[in-house]
C-alpha cells in the first residue's frame, strides 16, 4: 500500500532532496579543487532557474561553462585626491579652448594627467560651492567613487581647496546622447532603432545598478538624455550621479525630468521614482527624437 500521510511524503521529498543537494555540493568540491590545482582561474556560473546551489525545482541540476559577464568586475578602491596645482596643470590652468561641456553643476574640461592620462575634469561653479561649504563633499565623492559598472561612467579622483571642488571622470571620446538626439545634423542616421534600443538597455542597466546594488543605494538626482553619454560603440555611461547636494534647489536643468513630488516642501527631493520618472522622459525622447522643454515634449 501507498503511503498517503502528507508529513511522510513531504519529509521523503525533502530527504531525496537533500541528498541531491549533497551529491553536487560533493561535485562541485571536486571540480573546484581540480580547477584550482590546475591553476584555472574560471568560477563556476549557475544556470537561471536554479537556486545558489545550482538545485532546481526538479530536482535536477547542472554547472555550465562560465561565460564572462559585463558584470563581473574586480574590487575598486576609493578615489584619491589630487593636489589642485596638479589639475590647474592638466587643464593649463583651467584654459577655456579645454571646455568640452557646460551643465547645471559646473564646467567640463578636457585634462591631460602627468602619466599621460586623459581625462574629463568637472570644475563645480564657485556659487554652488560656496553655498555647500560644509556638505562633506570628500566622503560623498569617496563613496560615489566606488561604483563600478559598465553603463556607468567612473569617478577617478577629486580636489578641494577654498572655493574649489573638482571632480576627476574618466574620459569618453563621444558627445551625450542629448547632443546626438537633438544637435548632431548625423544623430538620425548614427541612432538608428538597435542603437536606440542597446542605449535605453544600457542607461537602464546603469540606474538598477545605482539603486539597487551600491551600498548604500545611490540616487542620481538629475536622470537626464545629457546626463547619459555614448562612447564610441554607442553604448550608454551614465554620468553626473549623487550630486544633486550640490545643487538642491536648482530648477533651470532639472525641470520636465523629474515628476511634481520632487518640488514638494515635505518629503520632496530626490527619490528613485524621481530617477524613474527621468528615465521615462528619456525614452520618450529616444522614441519621438523630441527634447522635453518644460516638461513637454
Known amino acids: 500500500m501507498y503511503d498517503l500521510d502528507p508529513f511522510n511524503m513531504i519529509n521523503a521529498k525533502f530527504d531525496a532532496l537533500t541528498n ?74 583651467f584654459n577655456h579652448r579645454r571646455v ?26 564657485p556659487s554652488l560651492v560656496l553655498s555647500n561649504a560644509g556638505c562633506g563633499f570628500s566622503s560623498i565623492l569617496k563613496t560615489l567613487s566606488l561604483a563600478q559598472h559598465p553603463n556607468i561612467l567612473p569617478i577617478l579622483g577629486f580636489s578641494q581647496a577654498p572655493g574649489e571642488r573638482i571632480i576627476v571622470m574618466e574620459f569618453v571620446d563621444m558627445a551625450s546622447l542629448d547632443f546626438h538626439l537633438h544637435e548632431n545634423s548625423d544623430g538620425g542616421f548614427l541612432l538608428d532603432w538597435s542603437s536606440r534600443l542597446r542605449v535605453a ?12 546594488r551600491m551600498a548604500p543605494n545611490v540616487i542620481h538626482g538629475c536622470f537626464k538624455a545629457s546626463n547619459i553619454l555614448l562612447d564610441v560603440k554607442f553604448s550608454a555611461r551614465v554620468c553626473d550621479y549623487g550630486l544633486s547636494f550640490l545643487a538642491p534647489k536648482e530648477r533651470r536643468y532639472v525641470a520636465g525630468c523629474v515628476d511634481e513630488e520632487y518640488w514638494r516642501e515635505i518629503g520632496g527631493g530626490p527619490c528613485k521614482a524621481s530617477d524613474v520618472y527621468g528615465f521615462g522622459v528619456v525614452l520618450l525622447e529616444l522614441l519621438t527624437g523630441r527634447r522635453m522643454r518644460k516638461g513637454y515634449l
Not at 108 to 122: D, F, G, T
Not at 202 to 211: D, I, T, V
Open 201 to 212: 538597455a544600457g542607461a537602464a542597466r546603469g540606474l538598477e545598478y545605482l539603486h539597487e
Open 20 to 93: 541531491v543537494l549533497a551529491k553536487k555540493m560533493e561535485d562541485l568540491s571536486m571540480l573546484v579543487s581540480s580547477s584550482s590545482s590546475a591553476g584555472s582561474s574560471q568560477q563556476v556560473a549557475y544556470a537561471e532557474g536554479t537556486t545558489s546551489c545550482g538545485v532546481d525545482y526538479g530536482e535536477q541540476a547542472y554547472i555550465k561553462k562560465p561565460v564572462e559577464s559585463e558584470e563581473t568586475l574586480s574590487f575598486k578602491a576609493s578615489a584619491p585626491t589630487y593636489p589642485l596645482t596638479d589639475i590647474d596643470a592638466a587643464t593649463d590652468g
Open 100 to 125: 568640452i561641456g557646460k551643465g547645471r553643476l559646473g564646467t567640463v574640461y578636457a585634462a591631460l594627467l602627468p602619466r599621460e592620462e586623459l581625462v574629463a575634469v568637472k570644475r563645480i561653479h
